[in-house]
């Protein structure tokens, strides 16, 4: 008896004849090597190949064998050898279905596996290797994505190996090495950032305040910025759209400036709270909340002539100064500002002193 999936070589069994001729030696041949799996080397019966025994297939094999001596006397004999069954190791595990969409959350069936036993012996399919088992699982005959979100970037890692075994339980194993291909899909842009968050009063309109810039890891795209400004104060250039260039490792790094369309003033508004958003080619988009602040300047002196104007009163001919009362708040309200109230303090000074040397006393 010999085993089966003996390997190439293997003596199988060692052959020996009787002649009554004394000193008669002999040489064998194989007449018939059933079908190819057994060979002769000198009086030694060899498995021929890999693989060649296969109890599954061939539980004997039957050869014949032809032994001569050196007269040209014959001897042919048919003999049987049995082949021992053994347990044999599934085959390996192949996967139908190899692709995952970048960014996938959640429990994602990737591909069925599949693996045959020729002992008819149930198959078990399993991922040997710990890295493996962070992102995915075998079910069943399942192949499953598992990981949490954002791990799966096609530029970062566009493919990643997966080593899948396939048992018997009884100690045959077969495994693997299977490539699953992350497909490329739409990223929204990130790194969203606002140069500079201040701006000094006078300023004139349409002078350059900051730059607005985002990233995206897809190449080739183009990204659309916008500010939402309540007072209308703050706009970007060409309509928002981003010059873009290719970035250091991968994607495209965008960039649009922001700047005025109206002066703006530290004693009437101090902060312009805005939101900043840019949108990819894909629609997918992010927004920035931002404060500009409105840096104060030395301003110039307040005219007096314009603090002070004359009014004709009808009982009297004569000339006097008024002091214009103080705009409401919605028109300035800046009526804690030391400057505001410093002019008109000034004013109403004037104001008595002029009357005071000028109007000849009441009758």
């Given at each position: 008896m010999v085993a089966e999936n003996s390997p190439d070589g293997t003596l199988v069994g060692t052959l020996s004849a009787t002649d009554p001729d004394a000193g008669a030696t002999h040489s064998f041949a194989l007449l018939s090597n059933g079908a190819g799996r057994l060979r002769i080397d000198g009086n030694r019966i060899l498995v021929n190949g890999v693989n060649a025994l296969n109890y599954e297939a061939a539980a004997a094999i039957e050869i014949d064998v032809a032994a001569l001596d050196q007269s040209g006397g014959s001897l042919i004999k048919r003999i049987t050898i049995a082949v021992g069954d053994v347990n044999d190791r599934p085959t390996a595990p192949t996967l139908t279905g190899n692709q995952l969409a970048e960014d996938s959350t959640g429990t994602i069936t990737i591909g069925t596996l599949a693996s045959t036993d020729e002992d008819g012996d149930r198959v078990i399919f399993s991922l040997p290797v710990a890295a493996d088992r962070l992102l995915f699982e075998v079910v069943d005959d399942k192949l499953v994505f598992r990981g949490p979100p954002n791990v799966l970037d096609f530029e970062v890692k566009p493919t990643h190996n997966v080593?899948?075994?396939?048992?018997?339980?009884?100690?045959?194993?077969?495994?693997?090495?299977?490539?699953?291909?992350?497909?490329?899909?739409?990223?929204?842009?990130?790194?969203?950032?606002?140069?500079?968050?201040?701006?000094?009063?006078?300023?004139?309109?349409?002078?350059?305040?900051?730059?607005?810039?985002?990233m995206d890891e897809d190449d080739g795209d183009s990204l659309v910025f916008t500010v939402t400004d309540p007072t209308g104060t703050f706009q970007l250039r060409n309509s928002g759209r981003g010059v873009c260039s290719a970035a250091a490792t991968s994607g495209v790094s965008c960039s649009a400036v922001l700047e005025l369309v109206a002066a703006v003033n530290f004693e009437v508004r101090s902060v312009y709270p805005l939101v900043v958003s840019v949108v990819d080619s894909g629609g997918k988009g992010i927004s920035l909340a931002v404060n500009i602040k409105v840096l104060d300047a030395n301003d110039a002196p307040f005219d007096l002539r314009y603090a002070l104007r004359r009014k004709q009163h009808a009982a009297d001919p004569r000339q006097v100064l008024e002091v214009p009362p103080l705009p409401p708040s919605p028109t300035l309200p800046s009526l804690q500002s030391h400057d505001v109230i410093a002019q008109y303090a000034i004013a109403q000074y004037l104001q008595m002193c002029w009357l005071q040397y000028y109007s000849p006393p009441l009758p």
């Open positions: 080593t899948v075994e396939a048992s018997d339980g009884k100690g045959g194993s077969a495994t693997t090495v299977h490539t699953v291909v992350i497909t490329n899909s739409n990223d929204a842009p990130t790194t969203l950032a606002v140069s500079k968050r201040e701006v000094t009063e006078n300023t004139a309109a349409f002078t350059a305040v900051a730059v607005v810039s985002a």
